[in-house]
């Protein structure tokens, strides 16, 4: 299948402060995106979607001014968490969709375990 | 989306079939049947998906029944490596609503 990779696996960081995620597609050209948190022992929950170019749509609950995404390319999603707290702490996981046919799989990324102390 | 019912736990033995089922009994004629599995600790992995016909993968076998109301998914000869959280979706159309909505999976323990 498909290739996602995010970076950085896992990240710790100091209260407050701010963390990036980026989710590439690496053999294919993702025209949507997704971003998902998962708690320990939990499904994963969907945050919000972005199409390149355009703004992401957010899922009910879930802060835009905290999770902030960017889909500057059709190979690159950011996201940036802002003032991060210690319940802010998850595993959080990239999809990639390479098209818009209805049975067009999505391709996860490896997550990245953030740690907010 | 379709809901989807499965059991919270299966267990299996190395080397045997190991058959996961998934109820989805509103499901409509163009939803599409997708199954992913998470291991500890990673990325959902894509297995397998459907619509009407049972489909055959490297991974998988995907059996449909005929009123689309379930399906099961089949490891045939299942290692140690496919113990994980396994998910059954049933996904809206593509496009702008595409959506992959992830219910709380059968976790297959594969014992030896």
């Known amino acids: 299948g498909a290739v996602v990779s995010q970076h950085p696996s896992w990240v710790i960081c100091k209260s407050g402060t701010s963390v990036k995620i980026e989710c590439r597609s690496l053999d294919f050209q993702a025209t949507t995106m997704f971003w998902y948190r998962q708690f320990p022992k939990q499904s994963l929950m969907l945050m919000a979607t972005s199409n390149e170019g355009s703004k992401a749509t957010y899922e009910q609950g879930v802060e835009k001014d905290k999770f902030l995404i960017n889909h500057a390319s059709l190979t690159l999603s950011t996201l940036t968490v802002t003032s991060a707290h210690p319940e802010d702490s998850s595993f959080y996981i990239c999809?990639?969709?390479?098209?818009?046919?209805?049975?067009?799989?999505?391709?996860f990324g490896q997550g990245t375990r953030l740690t907010v102390v | 989306d379709a809901k989807t019912t499965q059991p919270p736990s299966m267990d299996c033995a190395e080397g045997r079939a190991a058959n996961l089922p998934c109820n989805h009994s509103?499901?409509?004629?163009?939803?599409?049947v997708y199954w992913y599995r998470q291991i500890h600790s990673q990325g959902p992995q894509y297995i397998i998906h459907g619509l009407k016909n049972n489909e055959t993968n490297e991974m998988a076998s995907l059996i449909i029944t005929e009123d689309r109301k379930s399906s099961t998914l089949i490891l045939p000869h299942a290692t140690l490596r496919d113990t994980a959280v396994y998910y059954c979706i049933v996904r809206v159309s593509g496009g702008s609503n595409y959506k992959l909505t992830f219910g709380k999976g059968t976790l297959l323990t594969v014992n030896p």
């Open positions: 509103t499901i409509s004629g163009n939803e599409y």
């Open positions: 999809s990639a969709r390479g098209g818009e046919a209805m049975n067009t799989e999505a391709f």
